[in-house]
C-alpha cells in the first residue's frame, strides 16, 4: 500500500488475548484503514486470535517478534511495513470505535498544524486525571502533586502535568497525549519518523509528542471523541517489574530533553516521590476504614510508594 488515504493502526501485543478481540471488533473493518498487529512474543494465544481476526479481514497482516523488544521497538516494526498515510497507535486493553477514528482522521486533515490528536481516553470513574496534559518539567510537576493545579483548574499558569476529567473535558491544545490511543497525522509522520527506542516501555508517548511540537505542530485533545482503556490491563500483562518504569522513564525523558543538571534531579524527585508519596499514606489512612474495599486502596498505595522510590534508583544519562 502506497495510498496516503489509507490510516495504519498498529497495535501492539503481549500476552493480550483477553483483550484483542474485544478491540478490535469494536474497531471494525474499513477500506481505509489497515491494522497491523506486532506481537511480541507472546506466550498466550495472541498470535492465534490475531490470525482468526485475519481471517475474518478485522487485521491487514501479522508481524511476530522473536523476541519481547519492547513497545517501541514493535511500532517501529510496524511503521515500517505502513501505508504513506497517517499512523493510529492503539494499546489492545484501548477501545475506540472506527467511526470515532475516522472524526480524528478527518479533523487532522481539515487542519494542517495538527501534528497529533487523540481522543479523550476514560478510564472509569476512580481515575480522575486525564492521559494528557503538560510535559514533565519542573512547575507542572509542581502543580500537579502540590494539588495547585487541581485547586485553580481554570488558572493556564497552574496547569500541571495532568488534565483533569472534572474540569478540562473539551478540545484543545496540549503538550502529551497518551500512546494508548493516538493518531500521528502523515505530513507529522514524515517530519518526525519512527519513535525513540530509549526505553522498553512509558516515554515514547511524551517523546513524540515532542518532538512533534517542537517540529512546529500541534497536539489535540479532542473531548468529542471517547476512547476507553483499562490502564492496569497493559501493566499488568507485562509484570510487576515493569510497573515502575513509568514513572523511571519519565524521569529520564525529563533529564535527557532538558538536560537536567544534579540540583534539577533532585528537585523532580523530591516533588514526584512527595506528591505520590502523600498520596500512599492519603489512601492507607482510607483504606482502614473502608472494610472490604480497603484491599484496593492498599493496593494503590503500595504501587505508588513504588513509583515514588523507583525515581532515586535510576540515573539516567544525558
Known amino acids: 500500500m502506497t495510498d496516503v488515504s489509507v490510516t495504519t493502526v498498529i497495535l501492539v501485543s503481549?500476552?493480550?488475548?483477553?483483550?484483542?478481540?474485544?478491540?478490535?471488533?469494536?474497531?471494525?473493518?474499513?477500506?481505509?484503514?489497515?491494522?497491523?498487529?506486532?506481537?511480541?512474543?507472546?506466550?498466550?494465544?495472541?498470535?492465534?486470535?490475531?490470525?482468526g481476526l485475519e481471517a475474518e479481514g478485522l487485521v491487514t497482516r501479522i508481524i511476530e517478534s522473536e523476541t519481547n523488544d519492547g513497545f517501541a521497538r514493535a511500532v517501529n516494526r510496524g511503521i515500517a511495513t505502513a501505508a504513506a498515510g497517517g499512523i493510529f497507535l492503539l494499546n489492545?486493553?484501548?477501545?475506540?470505535?472506527g467511526a470515532d477514528l475516522a472524526r480524528l482522521v478527518r479533523a487532522a486533515e481539515a487542519d494542517s498544524t495538527i501534528g497529533?490528536?487523540?481522543?479523550?481516553?476514560?478510564?472509569?470513574?476512580?481515575?480522575?486525571?486525564?492521559?494528557?496534559?503538560?510535559?514533565?518539567?519542573?512547575?507542572?510537576?509542581?502543580?500537579?502533586?502540590?494539588?495547585?493545579?487541581?485547586?485553580?483548574?481554570?488558572?493556564?499558569?497552574?496547569?500541571?502535568?495532568?488534565?483533569y476529567r472534572r474540569h478540562h473535558s473539551y478540545t484543545q491544545d496540549v503538550e502529551w497525549v497518551s500512546g494508548?490511543?493516538?493518531?500521528?497525522?502523515?505530513?507529522?509522520?514524515?517530519?518526525?519518523?519512527?519513535?525513540?527506542?530509549r526505553w522498553?516501555?512509558?516515554?515514547?508517548?511524551i517523546e513524540l509528542a515532542d518532538r512533534v511540537l517542537r517540529q512546529g505542530y500541534r497536539v489535540v485533545l479532542d473531548a468529542d471523541v471517547v476512547a476507553t482503556h483499562e490502564i492496569a490491563a497493559s501493566v499488568n500483562a507485562a509484570g510487576s517489574s515493569v510497573s515502575t518504569l513509568w514513572a523511571q522513564n519519565t524521569f529520564d525523558f525529563y533529564v535527557w530533553r532538558f538536560s537536567a543538571g544534579p540540583v534539577r534531579r533532585f528537585l523532580w524527585r523530591a516533588i514526584f516521590s512527595a506528591g505520590l508519596g502523600s498520596r500512599a499514606l492519603l489512601l492507607g489512612a482510607k483504606a482502614r476504614r473502608a472494610g472490604e474495599k480497603g484491599a484496593a486502596m492498599r493496593a494503590r498505595a503500595a504501587r505508588f510508594r513504588r513509583f515514588a522510590g523507583a525515581v532515586w534508583s535510576t540515573n539516567p544519562t544525558r
Open 92 to 97: 489492545p486493553d484501548a477501545r475506540i470505535t
Open 14 to 51: 503481549y500476552n493480550s488475548a483477553d483483550d484483542l478481540e474485544g478491540c478490535l471488533r469494536t474497531l471494525g473493518a474499513s477500506d481505509d484503514v489497515e491494522v497491523v498487529v506486532v506481537d511480541n512474543r507472546s506466550s498466550d494465544d495472541s498470535v492465534s486470535i490475531a490470525r
Open 200 to 205: 522498553f516501555m512509558y516515554g515514547e508517548d
Open 116 to 163: 497529533i490528536i487523540a481522543p479523550l481516553v476514560d478510564s472509569g470513574p476512580h481515575v480522575p486525571t486525564l492521559a494528557a496534559g503538560k510535559q514533565p518539567r519542573l512547575w507542572p510537576l509542581f502543580t500537579h502533586f502540590t494539588g495547585l493545579a487541581r485547586a485553580f483548574p481554570r488558572v493556564p499558569f497552574l496547569r500541571g502535568r495532568h488534565l
Open 180 to 197: 494508548c490511543a493516538l493518531y500521528l497525522a502523515p505530513h507529522a509522520r514524515e517530519a518526525v519518523g519512527f519513535l525513540s527506542e
